[in-house]
């Protein structure tokens, strides 16, 4: 994710701003009336990561395997192989084998390019009704798709962007990121725009980067939040910032938020298992909720030393 990233962080105020007033009330409304314990799924962009191979995977495998291990490191996955094509019912079917259909893990597949940038969500039913019936064919294991608009789609295209949210599938649970400037430019035009996806129930996608801080509004639409998270190369600001979400997604849990994605970015891939590591073990502490961390796996002595 290259969006929003400097080459020089010096002046980079990292600080998560203060909730937005809307939160409290969106968590209090969806809280059970016997809460069951949140559910925190934390993963990459990709699982194609030869870079891993002799560490978080084993030495030799193929890429056909690579999800499959890749499932053993992390619960779950920003899916952004179906931004560049729908997938067939072969290839869907293939990736819930390889994850296990009760695995738990889950798949947040990006909508593809073609309803997104290049009809920018017009006339694009014929390619969201093939798109929906191919992530409905993940099952249990589809978390939330979404929907990252384009750098230039901006609050002129509000209406179109109604119409499509409410005539998207609601067999789909969605997601929305912005990323045009004038969207958080003006409070009134960016609350309109969150009480639309709150009324709609879709999440407003919330983005860490280091050189559009104006992405960053800490208002939840639905009970589950999805950020997506640009690293640094495990930079001192990488840790600090993973203190500072700890500390809000506890705060969220004790206010009764129901699931939490986490997507890493990091440039050097061999990064976000570290990184990953060190925040599932301060959630851990400060929520209790326990999710496995990637571990380093041991590979077998290939020979005999003294032979």
Partial sequence: MDFGRLPDLRFVDFGLPPDHPETARVLARARPTQPAPARLHVGCPIWTNKEWLGSYFPLGIKEPEYLRYYAQ??????????HYRIPDATTVRRWREAVGPESGFKFCPKLPRSISHERELFQADDLVVTTARAFEGLGDNLGWAFL?????????????????????????????????????????????????????????????????????????????????????????????????????????????????YFFIHQKDVRHAPIFTQYLLEKLKGLTGIAVAPPRIIPQPVQGNLFG
């Fill in 73 to 82: 490191q992390f619960n779950s996955i920003e899916l952004n192989t179906t």
């Fill in 148 to 260: 990252q608009l384009p750098p230039h789609f901006g609050p002129e295209h509000l209406p179109r962007l109604e119409r499509f949210l409410l005539d998207f599938p609601e067999t789909v649970p969605l997601a929305v990121e912005l990323r045009h400037p004038r969207w958080f430019a003006d409070a009134g035009l960016a609350d309109a725009v969150f009480a639309t996806l709150e009324a709609l129930n879709k999440t407003l996608v919330i983005t860490d980067v280091a050189g559009r801080r104006d992405v960053l509004p800490l208002r939840l639409t639905t009970p589950t939040a999805f950020i997506r998270f640009n690293g640094h190369g495990l930079h001192s600001t990488d840790y600090q910032r993973a203190d500072a979400w700890a500390e809000r997604i506890a705060a969220w849990v004790a206010q009764g938020v129901h699931e939490v």
